[in-house]
């Protein structure tokens, strides 16, 4: 029996070799290749031999492309090329990579806007452009990108407000926009998102309270971590925030938030970090925060608490690594 099974499992693999062996890659994707081909620098191009970007004979895929056979054909679905200082607007053939699942460009020297045709990637997972000069607004319609689970648009020069159309990505885990040039109100309806749980919008120029952004029922029902530092947010933290009962990391700091730290907050069953320094806070802060069993860290710095008010841990800058978000 084992044997048997082992003699299927060679038959499978070689059959998948020889399939992709002889499959021709879609026309499609080996033009819009050879096109980004064209237009980006010497860093990548070296590297990609031949016409056929999936390989062809004796030459293999070119590096951070990956493909997969689709019938009769292969065709592109992941194109990762990131730190290797491309320079130029984004590449709009990109967007005629119909079957792409993950698209990495991050890092590089990117410029202009993110087109429009961005929104024609409908099995899009993974965007990943953060670290490189792109522009102008977001584009609303990455709101098309109905399977999309990652965003990665921060560290850029991205203005304007940020498109409600976002709250319309049912799968979206995972939101950075932060370190941009955005402006207005942080859109409420991004608490309607069901899976989402990360958000960071930190280092830009957005206004509003918190009471706006969680106004509807049920928001932010999965979110563990939320990043509002460094913007001109108002108002004081409502007690309705500690309904967000997955909330573990609360980064609230350089904002001009005003008010007393409401005692419901210290019942967010897993709060771990909470970040309320450089802000205009008053009062004095609940005991249950210092007997908060996983509260590890809590900074306090440059607010106007009664005296007594102590930070909790060291404060560090937190950042989380690529690593947690791998898929």
Known sequence: MASSRCELLVICVLSLFFVLAHSK??????????E????????????WVGDDPCGDGDLPPWSGVTCSTQGDYRVVTELEVYAVSIVGPF?????????LTRLDLHNNKLTGPIPAQIGRLKRLKV?????????????????????????????NMFKGEIPKELATLPELRYLYLQENRLIGRIPAELGTL??????????????????????FDGS???????????????????????KLT???????SYNKFIGNIPFAISHIPKLTFLYLDHNQFT?????????????????????MFKQGATPIGTHIVLEVSDSDFVV
């Open 194 to 215: 069901q899976n989402l749980r990360h958000l960071d919008v930190g280092n830009n120029h957005l206004v509003g309270t918190i009471r706006e952004l969680i106004r």
């Open 246 to 252: 997955s909330l573990e990391i609360v980064y609230l």
């Open 91 to 99: 590449p709009i053939a990109v967007t005629n990579l119909l079957d």
């Open 283 to 303: 009062g004095r802060i609940p005991d249950a925060f210092y007997k908060h069993p996983f509260l590890k860290e809590m900074y306090i710095e440059g607010n």
């Open 36 to 47: 980004i081909k064209a237009s980006l620098g010497w860093r990548v191009v070296y590297s």
């Open 127 to 155: 965007l990943n452009l953060r670290w490189n000069k792109l522009q102008d607004v977001i584009p609303p319609e990455i709101g098309e990108l109905k399977r999309l689970t990652h965003l990665y648009l921060s560290f």
């Open 25 to 34: 890659t879609l026309k499609r994707d080996v033009k819009a290749l050879n």
């Open 220 to 242: 932010f029902p999965a979110l563990r971590n939320l990043y509002l530092n460094n913007n001109y947010l108002s108002g004081g933290i409502p007690a309705q925030l500690s």
